[in-house]
């Protein structure tokens, strides 16, 4: 059977055909102690660290049968190719991840964001983009363009794609409805991109009236973007297997188990996240002024909160401190741990992000990670940790290499933790 009712050729045989692959794969799946790794670390407890990957550079697995795929329609494409992702990943790295036999159908919505197109030049090369950005946030006259975005729940159009799901997956998963689990909050990846890297770091020091203004527009216009989807009823909870911030999964007996967790759920109920990746190099009290100090009125909407990402935050703990409820506080490939761990003191989770060098190495060498990973651990030793592999541009074509680091790390923690 086929559907082509705003879709185009889709196949029911291969969805349900991989819906049973997973079903039978999750049926000898040890999801629970994974889930309990993860809330064991969220709600503060020392235990063995859980260890998450993603951002695998798919596109490096043209020859690996099982993610070879070709759907026309972009929106079913992604449903197709996570189902493909997930088998791929169990039978291959599973590491700690946690995988249920359920298929999330998210509500249409159209969402215009914020309305300033960039003006940008993509030098391309392989895995991996070069952008150069022109600025069109100049001065204060440009500081509104930044405008309110505008979300509208199409009903209609989600309850037609509810039933197409049902009707592909019903009797072999089951079928959630499930709205948004949270935004991916960061005002500086966005900004930068319109005013431009060097003259924002200019700015700082020569325009900072100017700076504070378009921040704090950005804030705005976000936070009004945040209670249009509460009016809308489109949050759902993200104390589950969902990705916070550029962390693990949000699993924590402190967050409250909504009623119906996949609409209507309330911010209290909620992770949220922030982070200012190109103030890696700026002082801590330039980072609050014009960065987190703008970032708390978003951040406070929710219960807990994670932050950072790529940024090396390890001297700047005494401001991240202030943030309500943060729980979780990225560690970067260039953090100094030891610096953060004395700070931190057992108060938040410290989120390792081992480098992704190490699986684009010539030649691949399990002895650098192992000894990457027990520095790690002994860094941490006594401080709540997770361990997360991202952003990974390459495998130098061979993918396997992701399957031995799972498995190498994997081995080393359990070292320490059995």
């Known amino acids: 059977m086929t559907y082509s009712g705003g879709f185009v050729n889709i196949n029911y045989k291969v969805f349900r055909e991989l819906a049973r692959e997973k079903k039978a794969l999750i049926n000898n799946y040890d999801n629970d102690s994974k889930i309990k790794l993860w809330q064991d670390v969220n709600d503060l407890k020392a235990t063995r660290p859980p260890v998450h990957i993603n951002q695998v550079p ?8 099982e993610i070879v795929t070709d759907i026309e329609d972009k929106f079913m494409w992604g449903i197709e190719f996570k189902l493909r992702r997930d088998i791929y990943e169990m039978k291959h790295f599973p590491a700690d991840m946690v995988y249920f036999n359920k298929i999330e159908c998210p509500p249409v919505v159209y969402d215009s ?5 960039n003006n940008v030049d993509i030098i391309r090369s392989g895995q991996i983009n070069s952008q150069h950005f022109t600025p069109v946030l100049n001065d204060m006259e440009d500081v509104e363009k930044i405008r309110e975005a505008t979300v509208e729940y199409d009903k209609e159009a989600t309850a037609k794609r509810l039933d197409l799901f049902e009707d592909i997956f019903g009797g072999i998963c089951d079928v959630e409805l499930t709205g948004k689990k949270g935004h991916w909050f960061t005002p500086w990846d966005y900004l930068i991109s319109r005013t431009g890297v060097t003259e924002a770091m200019i700015d700082l020091i020569e ?11 950005f804030v705005d216009v976000s936070i009004k973007r945040l209670e249009r989807y509460v009016e809308l009823g489109l949050w759902a909870s993200n104390n589950n297997d969902t990705i916070v911030g550029s962390g693990g999964y949000g699993y924590a007996s402190i967050l409250d188990k909504a009623p119906s967790p996949n609409v209507g759920v309330g911010l ?12 890696s190099e700026v002082s801590p009290d330039m980072h609050w002024e014009f960065s987190l100090k703008h970032e708390m009125r978003w951040l406070k909407h929710f219960k807990l909160n994670y932050y950072g990402c790529c940024e090396q935050l390890h001297h700047k703990i005494d ?6 409820g943060l729980r979780k506080i990225s560690m970067s490939p260039w953090a100094n741990l030891d610096v953060a761990r004395e700070s931190i003191d057992g108060r938040y989770v410290m989120s390792i992000k081992p480098t992704p060098a190490t699986v684009a190495m010539q030649p691949f060498d399990e002895e650098v990670i192992r000894a990457e990973i027990n520095n790690q651990l002994d860094k941490t030793a006594g401080n709540p940790t997770e361990f997360i592999l991202k952003d990974i541009s390459t495998v130098k074509g061979e993918p396997e290499r992701i399957d031995m680091w799972s498995r190498v790390v994997s081995e080393e923690i359990d070292k320490r933790f059995s």
């Open 113 to 117: 964001d914020f309305m300033l197109d």
């Open 58 to 65: 798919w596109s490096e697995f043209p020859l690996v049968d």
């Open 268 to 279: 209290d109920q909620l992770w949220g996240c922030g982070n200012s990746q190109i103030f």
């Open 319 to 324: 401001i991240l401190s202030r943030i309500p």
């Open 207 to 217: 325009r900072p009236d100017f700076v504070n203004a378009y921040v704090s527009r």
